[in-house]
């Protein structure tokens, strides 16, 4: 019985130990040391990102060429997109492919990150002219199970190149029941984006 | 008061006298076997602990640093760990009892039971903690209150009802075997309560999968997870099935006699095939199951009692209970089907050449065994309350005359003068004066184990030196 009580105290110290050495500014700098830490350490975003993992520096943008960005499975070297970056111009590797051909009007804009609960939203647009044609999500909370699930929902409804951004060409949409929060990010990300873009 | 080489008078009130006094009469005579070093069961203390470690590393990646700056984020990830510790502990619980020839033999059924309940206590607090962390961490996030949390939880996540159930099955085995609780419920029942974790393994493997952050997405770490599952399930397959099966196919035991050794306790001779090929040392155990009506449905561990020649097989049992009473009608003929062998309670773990055995009442039948195969040169210690409860006293006899063994039969109550005399540091060192450099096997009652355990401390035994054999799985 003293080996268990040894265990469990080790489990429980073990377990804080971990997460303050995973928790705010200052601990982060230990943590960057580990070796252990083979995720690409960026300085943390600014303001309260309640939901771990999703606020942190995981939007790869290589995968925003594909219709599901936040699906990459490896988590390659990151660099954070800049809220507010128009034109894929931050983000040097992420060759369109899918659905903007190289005309001379089409053109991208980017959103700002918008963070609710869950993990960070974030929103690009392709214009042709004035015209979207395009809605890609570069970040959508995945950390759980179930925001993933929830992320997949609105993705789904309303981005592509034919989702509901495009055929309604603006950001009063549908929320997507069971995801409001994170449908009301996803529109006010891309409300920025339209804002901008005009 | 000590008897060196008693005769105890009356002892044999049984109705036949022992075959052949438990001499292996013409079978091979036993060689001391080649010492097995600790290192096997270091090595699988080791890799049990790397797979804890591993097992969290995924969250430990996951999660950038400096990212839990909320109180919900710090409990879900607290939930995470946990989480990830209990999936795992509950893995080891139930490939620890896989009955692995391997983990039978390196770390041996006993030792295995001690590491199962510690780790057992620490797997529920797990469990309990990675339920509650999520709970209020979720409930903290979405702004509910934690009732409601609950609810939404076991409506909306997918696998969470089976979860909650599995948690509560770990609750109810974890509860019966707090050991005021455990003694004071008929072994079978426990034993079928405790089967009802692998029903915890079934119901709590969806959720881990269909939730889990570090689990739901496809990738190596999941992978690696089911693999855990997969290993787990081939070993008990393995353990459990494929192992006995082979095992009893080929050696074919069978009931060949049942004696009287005492009033209270009998021994069963065993013949079968190819025993002289048997891969058993003396002081160690096999679950046996006596294949009659009555006694088939339930297993339970003796250890053998000679040790091994190509004649036959003894077990000696003390009658405590309804299933040890059935024993004595055996009849001749009967076929047995038996588990192992298992334990590490044997001459080949000893760390040196000169050892102390101290057996307390049945506790000799394991003794009995090692005393067969340890070099010469032994000393054993025998305490027995009456004359009439010292068993295998001929053998021992054989024994000291040609092992070179030392008996010493202290009779008596634990509080008459000459027990208690001798059981103490300096009464160990008036017997044995080089104790501190023996291996002490000790075997008995878990008073004279803890007390016994106590005075060899004091006398400055170092405790890799002790055997222990408890009678308690
Ligand atoms: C490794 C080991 C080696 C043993 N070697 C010997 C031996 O050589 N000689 C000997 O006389 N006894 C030995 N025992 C003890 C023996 O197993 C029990 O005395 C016997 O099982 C009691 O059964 P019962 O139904 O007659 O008594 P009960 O009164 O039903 O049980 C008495 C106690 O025995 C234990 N027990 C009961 N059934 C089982 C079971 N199926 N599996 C495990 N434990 C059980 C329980 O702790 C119980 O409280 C050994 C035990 C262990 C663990």
Request: charged share 20%.
């Amino acid at each position: 019985m003293r080996r268990a009580l040894l265990a469990i105290t080790g489990l429980a110290a073990s377990t804080t130990a971990m997460v303050v050495l995973k928790s705010g500014p200052g601990a982060s700098q230990v943590a960057q040391e580990l070796p252990a830490a083979g995720q690409p350490v960026a300085p943390a975003p600014d303001g309260p990102a309640p939901t771990d993992g999703g606020a942190g520096p995981e939007a790869s943008p290589s995968g925003a060429a594909s219709p599901r960005p936040r699906r990459s499975a490896t988590r390659a070297p990151a660099t954070r997109p800049t809220a507010g970056a128009t034109s894929g111009a931050r983000l040097p590797s992420a060759p369109r492919t899918s659905s903007a051909p190289a005309r001379p009007t089409t053109r991208t804009v980017t959103g700002p990150v918008v963070e609710n609960e869950y993990g960070n939203v974030q929103v690009r647009i392709t214009l042709s002219g004035s015209r979207i044609v395009d809605a890609v999500a570069l970040e959508l909370p995945e950390e759980t199970a179930q925001s993933d699930q929830r992320s997949q929902q609105v993705d789904d409804r309303y981005s592509g190149t034919s989702g509901l951004v495009v055929q309604q060409q603006g950001a009063d949409l549908d929320t997507v029941s069971g995801a409001t929060a994170t449908s009301t990010s996803y529109r006010q990300s891309l409300q920025a984006a339209i804002d901008r873009a005009n | 008061m000590t008897y060196p080489r008693t005769h105890a008078a009356g002892r044999r009130a049984g109705t036949t006298p022992s075959r052949d006094g438990g001499r292996p009469a013409g079978g091979v005579r036993p060689q001391v076997p080649p010492r097995r070093g600790p290192g096997g069961r270091r090595v699988l203390a080791a890799l049990l602990v790397l797979g804890l470690l591993a097992s969290v590393l995924p969250w430990w990646l996951d999660t950038p640093a400096g990212s839990l700056r909320t109180t919900a984020a710090t409990l879900t990830a607290a939930g995470r760990i946990t989480g990830l510790v209990a999936g795992y502990l509950l893995l080891v619980q139930v490939l620890m009892m896989s009955r692995l020839p391997l983990l039978e033999r390196w770390i041996g059924g006993e030792q295995i039971a001690r590491w199962h309940r510690d780790l057992g206590a620490t797997l529920l607090v797990a469990v309990l903690a990675h339920a509650a962390l999520i709970l209020v961490g979720y409930a903290d996030l979405e702004d509910k209150p934690i009732l409601t949390e609950a609810g939404v939880l076991l409506r909306d996540h997918e696998d969470m009802v089976s979860a909650f159930a599995a948690a509560g099955v770990l609750v109810l085995i974890g509860f019966t075997s707090v050991r005021a609780i455990r003694r004071v419920l008929p072994y079978e029942l426990w034993h079928a309560l405790h089967l009802a974790s692998y029903l915890a393994l079934l119901l709590g493997f969806g959720h881990q999968f269909s939730n889990g952050a570090q689990l739901f997405r496809p990738g190596p770490v999941r992978t690696l997870w089911i693999a855990m599952y997969v290993v787990v399930v081939a070993a008990l397959v393995w353990g459990r099935v494929v192992a006995p099966l082979a095992f009893n196919l080929r050696h074919r035991l069978r009931v060949a006699d049942v004696v009287a050794e005492s009033p209270d306790t009998i021994s069963i001779y065993l013949t079968g095939d190819r025993l002289g090929e048997l891969d058993l040392l003396g002081g160690q155990f096999f679950r046996w199951r006596f294949l009659t009506r009555g006694c088939w449905w339930q297993s339970h561990p003796f250890s053998v009692s000679a040790a091994a020649n190509d004649r036959w097989l003894r077990l000696t049992v003390k009658v405590v209970g309804a299933y040890t009473r059935d024993l004595r009608d055996l009849d001749p003929g009967t076929p047995v089907w038996a588990e192992g062998p298992s334990g590490t309670f044997t001459a080949a773990h000893r760390t040196g050449d000169r050892a102390l055995l101290i057996a307390g009442g049945s506790g000799i039948t394991p003794i009995r065994a090692v005393l067969e195969e340890l070099p010469p040169g032994s000393a054993l210690i025998y305490r027995a309350r009456t004359p009439a409860d010292v068993l295998l006293h001929r053998e021992l006899d054989w024994l000291a005359q040609a092992r070179d063994v030392r008996i010493w039969y202290v009779i008596g109550s634990r509080n008459d003068p000459g027990p208690r005399q001798v059981l103490t540091p300096d009464g160990l060192r008036g017997l044995v004066p080089d104790v501190v450099r023996r291996d002490v096997y000790l075997c008995g009652p878990p008073g004279l184990v803890a007390q016994s355990l106590a005075v060899l401390r004091q006398a400055g035994v170092p405790r890799r030196q002790v055997h222990l054999a408890t009678f308690e799985l």
